[in-house]
C-alpha cells in the first residue's frame, strides 16, 4: 500500500536541504529556478544532480540543455529563492550576475557555484534527474540559506 502524500510531504519536510538556484542558457535567453532537490552523486569523477518537476517551466529547458550552472545560495539570499520560484518575465532583470565559460549566469555572493556538463536525463515518476559533470567551481566563507518543514531557515553554530 502507498504511503500517505501528505505523511510523506511531511516526512520529507523534516530533512533540512541547502537551497540552491540553477541556471541555464539557450536560444531564447537565460533560464533559472529554484531548486532543494539537489546533491553530489561521484567525487571521481566529480558528478552532481538536480531533479526538476515534469510542470515546471524550466523541465525541458533544462533537459535540452548542454551546460548548466549550481548556484548554492547563502543565508542573505532568501530573496532570490523566492525570485526565482516565481512566476516572472524576466527573473533575471535587475540582479547581479556574472557568466560562466559557457556563458550561463552565475548568481552574484552565492555561497558556491559550480558549472556543469549535462551528462544523462532520467524520468522517476513526476521528475526528471539531471545529473552534470562539473567542470569549474567556486565557494567562499559564508553561511547557507536553509530550508526545512517548508520554510527558510538559517545555521546556528
Given at each position: 500500500?502507498?504511503i500517505?502524500?501528505?505523511l510523506?510531504r511531511?516526512?520529507l519536510g523534516?530533512?533540512a536541504?541547502?537551497?540552491?538556484?540553477v541556471?541555464?542558457?539557450?536560444?531564447?535567453?537565460d533560464?533559472g529556478m529554484?531548486?532543494?532537490?539537489f546533491?553530489s552523486?561521484?567525487?571521481?569523477p566529480?558528478l552532481?544532480l538536480?531533479?526538476?518537476?515534469?510542470?515546471?517551466m524550466?523541465?525541458?529547458?533544462?533537459?535540452a540543455?548542454?551546460?548548466?550552472?549550481?548556484?548554492?545560495?547563502?543565508?542573505g539570499?532568501?530573496a532570490?529563492s523566492r525570485?526565482?520560484?516565481?512566476?516572472l518575465?524576466?527573473r533575471?532583470a535587475?540582479?547581479?550576475f556574472a557568466?560562466?565559460e559557457?556563458d550561463?549566469?552565475?548568481?552574484?555572493?552565492?555561497?558556491?557555484w559550480?558549472?556543469?556538463?549535462?551528462?544523462g536525463c532520467y524520468v522517476?515518476?513526476?521528475?526528471t534527474?539531471i545529473?552534470g559533470a562539473?567542470?569549474?567551481?567556486?565557494?567562499r566563507?559564508?553561511r547557507?540559506?536553509?530550508y526545512?518543514r517548508g520554510?527558510?531557515?538559517?545555521l546556528?553554530?
Open positions: 500500500m502507498p500517505d502524500p501528505d510523506f511531511s516526512v523534516r530533512f536541504t541547502g537551497v540552491t538556484v541556471t541555464t542558457r539557450d536560444e531564447r535567453g533560464h529554484t531548486v532543494s532537490a546533491s552523486l561521484s567525487l571521481e566529480p552532481i538536480v531533479c526538476v518537476a515534469h510542470d515546471a524550466m523541465a525541458p529547458v533544462i533537459s540543455a548542454k551546460d548548466f550552472v549550481v548556484n548554492i545560495l547563502s543565508d539570499q532568501e532570490l525570485r526565482f520560484s516565481a512566476k518575465d524576466d533575471f535587475g540582479i547581479g557568466r560562466s559557457h550561463v549566469v552565475i548568481l552574484d555572493d552565492v555561497l558556491a559550480m558549472e556543469c556538463r549535462v551528462v522517476a515518476g513526476d521528475h534527474i545529473t562539473v567542470e569549474r567551481a567556486h565557494a566563507d559564508a547557507p540559506l536553509l526545512y520554510g527558510y531557515a538559517q546556528e553554530r
